[in-house]
């Protein structure tokens, strides 16, 4: 009788320790790229589970796409069948292992597992109804268990069954908290990105701690507003570079001109109710004394065609689209540039006042950072100062913040 094996790796010490310790169910609070997805593959080939059908659970069909690949690849030598498009794969054993995402979280009713395993579970919309409506009733049947694994994103669902697991009188949950260092990344990568992010998001993703839902961004802004504008005289044969954010309406414009060489914004400019030919005319005259080799331009609020306008004047505008997606990464490459003293700005009560009061706030739903100005005040110098760093800091910044 031939012996078919599947090969896992050997489990880590926080992998074990979870094993000894788990309840029915169970919350893995785990920093990035600590092992998180192969325990999910090893909690769905146990003796107790290779017989009997566990679910999946990502919480976008992109995300679920990737661990489908994975698992296709780790259980091909113990499968008997297996379904591409319905996302399940039928075991030797006798087992069934079936992936569900999310983003259509009643797709999954009416189901039976023995084990659910919920990946990314903070980002999860809507964790708790998923969990009461969904999920907790497939376990039913068997009278199964459940894992919940991921980086917090804030004090959300995912948080506050982090928190029935703390309660040692809670007979059912349990959870742990295992920051990045507890899995294989070297200590040299983990120091680098201490020095590569900015504090709050290596506390969330690296160290695994749940912050707050909201807060000021920025931090050392006094120490790193002090200069006065300068003069292209001062700056002769340096590279500078620039951003503009534009406004219409009631809304501000706001152009920063930096240099390169020195990491010091050297002019700036800002105004309101002006139509798009003068604000265009406005930046070409800064533009002409200062000769950058770089603006990078957000796009959203003028459009294609005023920016098309901005390049045929022949400056080297550059353009940015600000989404939900790319508007993180830019803001924190900001922060991060300020809480290191990076750069410094020129000293200004209007552009000082708008980078203290910004604020960031996460979604109870999905754990999703958002960053804006409080109500009543602008971003457009923020935008405009973030936009003119980013240049600087691209190859840092673009591995901040996963943009899936």
């Given amino acids: 009788m031939s012996t078919l094996k599947i090969t896992l790796p050997k489990r880590l010490a926080w992998q074990q320790k979870v094993v000894n310790e788990s309840k029915r169910f169970n919350v893995i609070n785990v920093g990035r790229r600590a092992g998180k997805t192969t325990f999910g593959f090893d909690r769905c080939a146990t003796k107790e589970t290779l017989t009997l059908p566990v679910s999946w659970f990502s919480p976008t069909y992109k995300m679920l796409a990737e661990v489908w690949r994975l698992a296709v690849q780790t ?49 999860v919309p809507n964790l708790m109804d998923a969990w009461n409506y969904v999920l907790r ?48 990344v070297a200590q040299s990568e983990i120091d680098a990105m201490r020095d590569t992010m900015p504090e709050l998001t290596y506390r969330q993703e690296i160290l695994a701690e749940f912050l707050e839902g909201e807060g000021t961004v920025f931090r050392n ?48 400019d800002r105004f309101n109710q002006i139509d798009y030919a003068f604000q265009v005319q406005r930046l070409k005259a800064l533009a002409d004394k200062w000769q950058p080799a770089v603006i990078l331009t957000e796009l959203n609020s003028i459009g294609q065609p005023v920016f098309e306008q ?37 000293d200004n009560k209007i552009w000082t006042a708008e980078l203290e009061a910004y604020e960031r706030t996460v979604s109870a739903s999905t754990g999703r950072s958002s960053y804006s100005a409080p109500d009543g005040m602008n971003d457009d110098t923020v935008i405009s100062r973030a936009l003119m760093v980013w240049q600087a800091n691209k190859p840092r910044a673009s591995t901040l913040v996963d943009f899936a």
């Fill in 75 to 123: 259980f091909a030598p113990i499968t008997s069948k297996r379904n591409v498009q319905e996302h399940r794969i039928e075991f030797v054993t006798g087992g069934l292992l079936e992936f569900w995402s999310l983003d259509n979280q009643d797709a999954a009713r009416g189901r039976k597992y023995k084990r659910v395993i919920v990946d990314e579970a903070a980002m």
């Fill in 137 to 184: 009733p497939t376990l039913a049947d068997y009278k199964g268990d459940a894992y919940f694994l991921s980086t917090p994103k804030g004090r959300n669902g995912f948080w506050q069954m982090y928190q029935w697991g703390q309660d040692a009188d809670n007979a059912e949950w349990m959870s742990w908290k295992m920051p990045s260092t507890v899995g294989v």
């Fill in 310 to 346: 901005v390049q045929r004047l022949g400056l080297p505008a550059v353009g940015f689209n600000t989404t939900a997606q790319s508007k993180p990464p830019l803001i924190e490459n900001l922060a991060l540039v300020l809480e290191k003293s990076e750069w410094q700005f020129i």
């Fill in 221 to 268: 802004v006094s120490a790193c507003t002090t200069v006065q504008p300068s003069t292209p005289e001062a700056h002769r044969g340096h590279t500078i570079i620039a951003g503009a954010d534009w406004g219409k309406q009631q809304d501000y414009t706001a152009f920063s001109f930096g240099c390169l060489d020195c990491h010091c914004e050297v002019a700036h």
